[in-house]
């Protein structure tokens, strides 16, 4: 079975600075995908960054980036320039291609102070 | 845009009671799903289902059912309310193996 683990369960950053929030897994799945959800307080579930195993290549959306390091199983995901509006909780997330359902980790409170 | 739409954001029912939280997303997608929420926990897979009438148990079945009868529509059932099913319940749909799109939760607290 896998597992997703986020070791830091709320972290907090100054508007404008750089933050990184961290993610770890653990598969014998060669084929998977990784994510990073963001909840903002209205409870909406939101799709952050996508990355997918078989790509070298570390996604990037705008102020978001990952770094994917396939064989420590680490997926980290990076802030730059905090926004108040980035204030949320964090889920990282696996899926394998087989089962098709997400795995999450316990998420991460991220707080951007003014 | 995608929409998965949950019935009700909130709930209160009592111990003993069956509930019926309803999903319902309109982009044709196979696959559904029902999530729980609690603190510390992040999201726990309850059921998911590939296609109408078919359904898999997740990582947290027990004490729970669901019924998928039309494509956009999946249902999460508890047969008897106990209070350790007070919790945040989200529903999630995704076009095969891809990212999923969620409900906006339903926050079921049982009395």
């Known amino acids: 079975a896998q597992t997703v683990t986020q070791s830091q369960p709320e972290m907090s950053v100054q508007e404008a600075e750089t933050v990184t929030l961290s993610c770890t897994y653990d598969?014998?799945?060669?084929?998977?995908?990784l994510f990073w959800y963001k909840q903002p307080p209205s409870r909406q579930m939101i799709l952050v960054i996508r990355q997918e195993a078989y790509k070298q290549q570390n996604a990037t959306e705008n102020r978001f980036s990952v770094n994917f390091q396939k064989a420590a199983k680490s997926f980290s995901l990076k802030i730059s320039d905090s926004q108040l509006g980035d204030t949320a909780m964090y889920f990282c997330a696996f899926m394998d291609t087989g089962r098709r359902a997400l795995t999450f980790g316990s998420g991460t409170r991220l707080q951007v102070q003014p | 845009d995608v929409k998965v739409t949950q019935s009700s954001r909130y709930l209160v029912k009592r111990t003993g009671e069956k509930v019926f939280l309803e999903c319902v997303q309109d982009?044709?997608?196979?696959?559904m799903f029902w999530y729980r929420q609690d603190p510390g926990l992040g999201l726990r897979l309850i059921y998911f289902s590939y296609d109408v009438k078919m359904k898999e148990k997740g990582d947290i079945p027990e004490g729970y059912s669901v019924s998928r009868e039309k494509k956009e529509r999946f249902s999460l059932i508890l047969e008897s309310a106990s209070t350790n099913q007070t919790s945040m319940y989200l529903c999630?749909?995704?076009?095969?193996?891809?990212?999923?799109?969620f409900g906006q939760g339903t926050r079921l607290t049982v009395v």
């Open positions: 982009m044709d997608h196979e696959n």
């Open positions: 999630a749909s995704s076009p095969r193996s891809t990212e999923a799109f």
């Open positions: 598969t014998s799945e060669n084929n998977y995908y």
